[in-house]
């Protein structure tokens, strides 16, 4: 991948700087960058405001990477987009990548939409991403830290944060999620002292009942309802807040606390701990999650742990180039059982590939039983027909496994 900014600022120029026509809510980190701007997205629209979304990498097609006002966009106007935008990439020699064609043809659809708000999810790092490319965000938000996408980013975990650290602007609000690591928080705060970038770091909510939290910030006092499980929502949901809290007192949007409690509580976020009925191969609930580095993993083991279940038995696929020797150990338990599987090549990005099976089973060897399956329909049965009551059947290592799945379940028979 040839990273820098140069192209995405020609193509944004070419298209008249659409970027600049919107407030742009600017979000990077490694794990929780989806569902956060899945919650300050919902709670926007709840509070009356025109918003649009954009996430990568897509789940079921490539144009669920681009989101108006809570729906993917219409696959008449992301084919228009991307017409537009390729003729221009074309009239200006500028060679833009097929990711920075993708973020140019967002802000097509978001300009032509006339949006007030715009939530914009970081491809990968921060300081070289195309999403980079903006010059006046509203605020910015870091989202937890941990160690992907290492040989690109550092190998530690400050050289990672420095790379996501690279979207804070001079006189730019920026929120910085809670960290695991006292050393992560330090350098995001002095990245924000040294850019001039006023900042706030969030405090976790708390859960005063189930899948209801609680979250004091100065003087106001927030309780909202949340859908989407697993105890790491309690940063998630507490870093959407912050943000969205700051930006009311900004004076940028008005907002009630239950305009608050009303989006977070119809904010969804697939492929993050889903829990999906899949009859058809004999399991009555299949536990999703797109799980694809150690800190994910870590998370994702920790709700599985408080199932208190005898046995997991996982369906596992990866993109190559992930620790799966880290993720394995993680996740896997002498009980259980492993199927391992390929995802199928997603569109429209010819650098993804899968890890092979068998390199998933090599590192999967403390488990019972480990097993190469010809596909996922394969993985599905076999897990089908082993599994009981007492055990959860777990679907994880990638969002493109997790894509598969979900045009499966979502296709006529």
């Not at 008449?76 to 064609?101: M, R, T």
């Not at 330090?186 to 909510?205: F, I």
């Not at 940028?252 to 989006?263: F, K």
């Not at 399956?373 to 777990?394: E, F, P």
Request: proline content about 5%.
């Amino acid at each position: 991948m040839n990273f820098g900014l140069e192209r995405i600022h020609s193509l944004l120029e070419a298209l008249g700087r659409p970027d600049e026509r919107t407030q742009i809510v600017h979000v990077a980190g490694t794990n929780g960058k989806g569902s956060v701007c899945a919650y300050i997205a919902s709670v926007l629209g709840t509070c009356g405001y025109s918003v649009g979304r954009f996430n990568s990498p897509h789940l079921i097609e490539p144009r669920d990477s681009i989101n108006v006002n809570g729906q993917a966009v219409s696959q008449a106007l992301y084919d228009e987009a991307f017409a537009h935008v390729h003729q221009l990439n074309k009239n200006g020699a500028i060679g833009a990548s097929s990711f920075e064609c993708l973020v140019g043809a967002a802000f097509y659809v978001f300009d032509k939409a006339k949006l007030d708000f715009v939530v914009l999810e970081v491809g990968l790092g921060g300081l070289l991403d195309a999403t980079n490319a903006i010059r006046h965000p509203a605020m910015t938000v870091i989202t937890a830290i941990g160690l992907d996408h290492a040989h690109i980013l550092g190998h530690t975990l400050e050289e990672i944060a420095t790379a996501k650290a690279g979207i804070m602007k001079k006189g730019c609000p920026v929120v910085i999620a809670p960290q695991d690591s006292k050393k992560v928080l330090d350098t995001l705060v002095r990245h924000a002292d040294k850019t001039g970038a006023p900042y706030r770091v969030a405090q976790p909510s708390e859960f005063i009942r189930p899948n209801v939290c609680q979250l004091d910030i100065d003087q106001a006092h927030y309780i909202y309802p949340i859908r989407l499980v697993g105890d790491y929502q309690r940063m998630n949901s507490a870093t959407a807040v912050t943000a969205l809290d700051w930006l009311y007192r900004m004076k940028l949007i008005a907002m009630t606390p239950e305009q608050l409690a009303t989006g977070m509580n119809e904010t969804r976020w697939p492929g993050r701990l889903d829990w999906v009925n899949v009859d058809k191969y004999g399991l009555r609930q299949l536990l999703v999650d797109g799980a694809h580095n150690p800190p994910a993993t870590i998370a994702l083991r920790k709700y599985i742990d408080s199932l208190a279940k005898n046995r997991v038995i996982w369906i596992i696929g990866s993109t190559a180039g992930k620790d799966l020797h880290a993720m394995m150990k993680e996740l896997i338990r002498p009980q259980d059982a492993v199927y391992a599987v390929t995802f199928t090549q997603p569109e429209g990005m010819p650098w993804i590939k899968s890890s092979s099976p068998s390199d998933i089973a090599k590192e999967a060897t403390q488990a019972q039983s480990v097993e190469c399956c010809s596909g996922l329909d394969d993985a599905l049965s076999k897990a089908g027909s082993i599994s009981t009551d007492h055990d959860v059947v777990v679907l994880c290592g990638s969002l493109y496994l997790v894509a598969d799945l979900y045009r499966k379940l979502s296709s006529p028979e």
